[in-house]
């Protein structure tokens, strides 16, 4: 016997399990899944515990220590585990640190576009008529923007600023979810269910909380996810370009910029805040591609 068949077997043979069972089978037989979500875990973990992990200051200055490298390279410490830049800041501590700008503004700008798109897709695909055609007339106009070009210029007029980086990625990432939410709409509106709570009378509001939206949970959870991703490297890019944080705050495009003019003398100053993106977005990814498995109901 196979190992397909025996699969098939010990499926059908066991006892009924729960949904939650169900999807937590599902999400384990992805051992990469599994991997990408302990890595988040451990950087959201990073976020949250910041203070009490983080072994120095992350804007701590200290000009005897700067260009410390790495403890494993000739002439490292093991106070400063990751080295120190260019004047002596701990780059282990300002990476533990800047996840917490990397997680909040990542889940801050998709939460805004969560809610503008899905409230606009929902109208648009339920209503129909003009409230259809003005909506996707203004998805058309921000999709013909590169997100990134749009943001620059949005930050450029507002200022730097963790608050207007927030606001800018979520005002630039709704139409998205406006397009997907509407397609699903549109077919769900000519449901059974739908029609049959219209003919009983049921307030076109309620239908649309009660009996439409949660049918659209499953695509906009796993669009939300991948987003975040999108949105941390959007805030990376804009960091790296001067139009972040500032310099009150660690963020990691911060970091890569800083470093980047003595990447032949210190090139650990660059190098791991550009791992911490690379980790961060790939376990983001890979947790996405993972919960849309989960909640495809075509897979097994």
């Known amino acids: 016997m196979n190992t397909t068949t025996q699969d098939l077997t010990e499926l059908i043979t066991a006892p009924a399990a729960s949904p939650k069972q169900r999807l937590w089978r599902k999400f384990k037989r992805n051992p990469v899944g599994l991997m990408g979500g302990c890595i988040l875990l451990i950087v959201m973990g990073g976020a949250i515990f910041a203070d009490y992990l983080a072994p120095h200051e992350p804007n701590k200055q200290r000009l005897v220590t700067r260009f410390t490298p790495p403890f494993w390279v000739a002439g490292g410490k093991a106070t400063y585990p990751l080295g120190t830049d260019n004047v002596g800041r701990d780059i282990w501590s ?3 640190h800047g996840s917490r700008i990397s997680l909040v503004v990542g889940i801050s700008a998709v939460s805004i576009s969560l809610l503008i798109g ?3 897709g929902l109208l ?3 209503l129909g008529g003009r409230v259809d055609a003005v909506i996707m007339a203004l998805v058309d106009i921000m999709l013909a923007f590169p997100q990134l070009i749009l943001a620059f210029a949005m930050v450029a007029v507002l200022g730097p600023g963790i608050g207007n980086i927030i606001l800018v990625l979520g005002l630039t990432g709704w139409e998205r979810y406006a397009r997907v939410v509407r397609a699903e709409v549109l077919a769900l509106r ?3 269910f739908v029609q049959a709570a219209r003919a009983i009378g049921v307030p076109t509001l309620t239908i649309i909380v009660r009996h439409v939206l949660p049918n ?4 906009v959870i796993v669009m939300a996810t991948l987003q975040i991703a999108q949105a941390i490297l959007a805030e990376a890019a804009l960091s790296f370009l001067g139009l972040g944080s500032g310099r009150t705050y660690p963020s990691w495009g911060q970091m890569i910029a800083l470093g980047r003019d003595y990447i032949n003398v210190a090139w650990w100053i660059s190098t791991f805040p550009g791992l911490a993106i690379l980790l961060t977005v790939l376990a983001i990814n890979l947790v996405g591609d ?5 909640l495809d109901p075509r897979v097994i």
């Open 94 to 96: 300002r990476i533990i």
């Open 118 to 120: 899905v409230t606009l």
């Open 124 to 126: 648009s695909g339920f």
């Open 190 to 192: 000519e449901r059974e």
């Open 216 to 219: 659209t949970f499953s695509s």
């Open 290 to 294: 993972r919960i849309r498995d989960v």
